[in-house]
């Protein structure tokens, strides 16, 4: 490892996005992909399971209409005397009749208060009933597929610091927490850093590994705090706070552990650029105890740091 | 690895939790989170799916009589008369034959001996029937997350014996096993010995990976037992019984494994105090034979030991 | 790695099963649980997802009989009369009567031909449309558990070979492949040796891993044949085909990989006594070519051999 | 690693295959399995997961068709008369009424319009729903499995090319890039390079890793280039166009990576014969950026090259 340089990062590596971070601070790409069409890109399953709550359910909702409208149709071209309806008091419209009806049938209802009379409306109701089978259970699965997906909603630190560290040293830190009640163990963490040079008149931007103090820890039961040892070996030892900025430097983090309530790998990743590094500060401790000796730990506190 | 100090466990440093384990005997972290709203730590799927069973049913049930009563209200509203009863003797309470036909209509049952007429009653009963199959894959969803979820209930000796280990020699020893007849593959261990020192006046607690004789076997058919070998190596080697209480000494027991059955990795931990570490004993022998030859292990005397 | 003893295989190491092996051929340890209670070694999902299929549907066909008399003794005691039958021609028998209005209602069918009248007999039909969307909610997990558990039924030769290895040397060889149409990636295997050594007059099994020439492949597109070199670091290599039998020695094999189809890691095992080892002997070849120059392997002889 | 022979690849290492490529251009196996039954290779769930999905949906069609086939045979065997039609316009084929009650009874769907009356009619009915509540949950999982699979489908450059590398030197080059708007994270490649000596008079196939400049990227935002450097350590330093094409030579080239949205490992493969080859080429550059500075990758030029 040893603060190696990556020659080929993933990211480009032409520094045409000056200016630009390469990783947004919610962790996905700021590279757009182009020359595809919509369907090249397009995937089904990742939509559905990774749109917005409110998304998924109004997708789902007009869904859901649309299959009742189109089965509604069907029932009314076949004749909607071939609907036999009970009710002494009946819905005055067809068309609306046949869509409750058709409710009634997608969703395996059946009060049979209406019902089909004839081999046409017989053969509609049987597909529709079978095709809200289907639905039903592509919903089932879509529904598991996004509430088991994994959701390591780490804290980061809002910002990262050069803070001292042991003697007369200095680290670049970032303090980070699980806030929430599950555990995450075997949790591992990676530093890279990333600024533009001019090679032959040329941007371009270079990657490097840092190394961590500690790179791994068996359950993260508390806060964390990441370390890359400012020594002589690290590539941002000559840095200043102009020329970080110059050139356009951007940390990206990348936490990986297993989620042990959703059972399955997870990781995260942020980017800090120039502007969100702090010089000669460093975290104020956040460990509590209470009177009986029990340990707390202030999440609301984790940005927080004082300039030495 | 070699007995290394781990400078950042992911646990807290400082030891404010003098008198307190670092873990619980469950293996949960004794620190608590704090500084962050109900909502910050909340997680819907994480809670439903680690809550006890009798709370998650009761949950359930709960939210199946609430939607009920949303919906049996609904009916009451748009005109109770709209339900039509074909019942001779009908339930009196209007409410309670509104909730009666909501129940039949959320969970799809449909009889119609009562059924909607008009378009308010057959709109709600529509988006009730909607409703009612979405509940339905949620809860799909959620009971196959609750016991697909793999419990790697290991068996842990009660204490952790100082044994006679080789010539002359002396081990820091833990027993376990599984009960289960479902298989544990690839199963690799660690112990992470953890106690308080005194820095410049200040309690600090210290964390090392202690070296085991055999860290990972490939799949745990009987009982194993966790070797840490007091070699001139192990932190522990200057360590008395009393000098373990006074530097409120903890072993943290880590285990992972895959589980066949569920076909997932799985992690259980457990923590040893001073208290629950005997000197001078050693485990008894509980590998048992058949007059027909079969090998057995009997489980329920795991934790016994003699002294020596 | 290096031809290693392990000391502890999580197996038992004292002899004591004796003309036993320790794994059984399909794979399962041949060490019995003992002196815990039933519910102790019981795991409910474990018992469901590997049992039998006809005995999975026989449990459930039985579950749901065992409900439908439950309820159905249920609408007896509240009184059959309030089980409202709009037939012309009835069912006789009041129990029958109500068994199959349970039917109904669990099931969530729901035909209405008999319905609840009364507020006894409606809370249970309520009741029990819950329970029967709960039981189908457990079916549907049940039922995925079941047939997503990856079966890595790999093809393993049936005998042993000590063959003819490079230039004048001998190699311990098994030989498998992977019969179904999936693809299994990234597989590595492991030989586990096992034979009794006497020692101070105690009989101990011993383990050692025995260095294998090829450990991974990255996909497993034909047959594979695992070779340990009998050289001078071997264990086996003093052995004869009367020493080997002498002390009960057993080759265990246990191959993991990752399965494309079922998108899990997969593990399988099985072991070879004495008596499955043939000396100097060697696999057919069975890579095949038709005329058009298509290969073939021909898995039906997989574990044919010639003497040397 | 160095550019390592391996001498047992998982394919077949004997040259019958000459003339054919090892692996298909998507990536599968180009071996023939040969000597089992139909049913040794058969798997169920893995051909009803990895069929088209028209193909699928006509499975499930046929099956739906099939049981309502059976059970209607079912209900007109125990009695056309003992179901019940209120309807005052009937279905007149007596086997259609059936049918079309079946379907009803399967879906759970249960209008009462039709009703089973006797014990053989109820007895029918009751299997019936149980059936399709089994069939609908065996239909969940199925489809579960089937859009929960994760599908790597990375584009490959349609050309390997030989480039120039770093100072007089050359390079062979695949680049590749993720089409979708999913995360692809700690991305790892091999090469795997393939060719025919002349052993004793007997063709055999060789196979050997090649060595990558970078192995593993943290995560693949834009497209990457896969470079093996043509040093003095690379099998294919001697090799020219003629000798690739008379050894015929193949590169498989396989990547493995962890898909964000299905949250599960991938892998996904290639092979480019000696004709895929293109020497002195180097890939064109697919970076821009717009006005604002954003940067986009131009995907559908991920394949073009120019001589050099």
């Given at each position: 490892m040893n603060n190696q340089e990556i020659k080929d990062s993933g990211f480009s590596d032409k520094a045409e996005n000056q200016g630009n971070r390469v990783l947004k601070k919610d962790g996905s790409s700021n590279i757009q992909k182009l020359g595809l069409s919509f369907f090249d890109r397009f995937d089904l399953y990742h939509s559905l399971v990774s749109m917005k709550s409110w998304q998924f359910f109004a997708t789902i909702l007009f869904v859901y209409l649309m299959i009742n409208l189109i089965f509604a149709t069907g029932f009314v071209l076949v004749g909607i005397d071939k609907l036999y309806d009970s009710n002494v008091v009946k819905v005055e419209s067809d068309f609306l009749r046949a869509f409750f009806f058709s409710t009634q049938t997608l969703t395996t209802l059946g009060y049979g208060q209406m019902s089909p009379t004839g081999i046409g409306a017989n053969v509609i109701a049987s597909i529709e009933a079978f095709i809200g089978l289907l639905m039903f259970a592509l919903l089932t699965g879509l529904l598991y597929g996004r509430f088991s997906r994994p959701k390591a909603k780490l804290m980061f630190s809002t910002n990262a610091l050069i803070s001292p560290y042991l003697e007369n040293s200095k680290g670049l830190m970032v303090r980070l927490a699980n806030p929430k009640n599950s555990n995450l163990i075997n949790v591992n963490a990676s530093f890279l850093f990333s600024y533009i040079v001019i090679d032959k008149g040329e941007k371009i931007r270079k990657y490097f590994n840092l190394d961590l103090e500690i790179k791994e820890i068996k359950i993260m039961a508390a806060s964390w705090t990441l370390v890359h040892p400012l020594d002589?070996?690290?590539?941002?030892?000559?840095?200043t706070r102009e020329s970080l900025r110059e050139s356009n430097a951007e940390l990206i983090v990348q936490i990986e552990g297993y989620d042990e309530t959703y059972n399955q790998q997870v990781s995260t990743r942020t980017s800090y650029t120039c502007d969100e590094v702090v010089f000669d500060a460093k975290f104020v401790r956040i460990l509590k105890h209470s009177e009986d000796g029990q340990v707390g730990v202030d999440l609301g506190r984790l940005s927080e740091f004082t300039t030495v």
């Amino acid at each position: 490892m040893n603060n190696q340089e990556i020659k080929d990062s993933g990211f480009s590596d032409k520094a045409e996005n000056q200016g630009n971070r390469v990783l947004k601070k919610d962790g996905s790409s700021n590279i757009q992909k182009l020359g595809l069409s919509f369907f090249d890109r397009f995937d089904l399953y990742h939509s559905l399971v990774s749109m917005k709550s409110w998304q998924f359910f109004a997708t789902i909702l007009f869904v859901y209409l649309m299959i009742n409208l189109i089965f509604a149709t069907g029932f009314v071209l076949v004749g909607i005397d071939k609907l036999y309806d009970s009710n002494v008091v009946k819905v005055e419209s067809d068309f609306l009749r046949a869509f409750f009806f058709s409710t009634q049938t997608l969703t395996t209802l059946g009060y049979g208060q209406m019902s089909p009379t004839g081999i046409g409306a017989n053969v509609i109701a049987s597909i529709e009933a079978f095709i809200g089978l289907l639905m039903f259970a592509l919903l089932t699965g879509l529904l598991y597929g996004r509430f088991s997906r994994p959701k390591a909603k780490l804290m980061f630190s809002t910002n990262a610091l050069i803070s001292p560290y042991l003697e007369n040293s200095k680290g670049l830190m970032v303090r980070l927490a699980n806030p929430k009640n599950s555990n995450l163990i075997n949790v591992n963490a990676s530093f890279l850093f990333s600024y533009i040079v001019i090679d032959k008149g040329e941007k371009i931007r270079k990657y490097f590994n840092l190394d961590l103090e500690i790179k791994e820890i068996k359950i993260m039961a508390a806060s964390w705090t990441l370390v890359h040892p400012l020594d002589e070996n690290s590539p941002l030892k000559t840095f200043t706070r102009e020329s970080l900025r110059e050139s356009n430097a951007e940390l990206i983090v990348q936490i990986e552990g297993y989620d042990e309530t959703y059972n399955q790998q997870v990781s995260t990743r942020t980017s800090y650029t120039c502007d969100e590094v702090v010089f000669d500060a460093k975290f104020v401790r956040i460990l509590k105890h209470s009177e009986d000796g029990q340990v707390g730990v202030d999440l609301g506190r984790l940005s927080e740091f004082t300039t030495v």
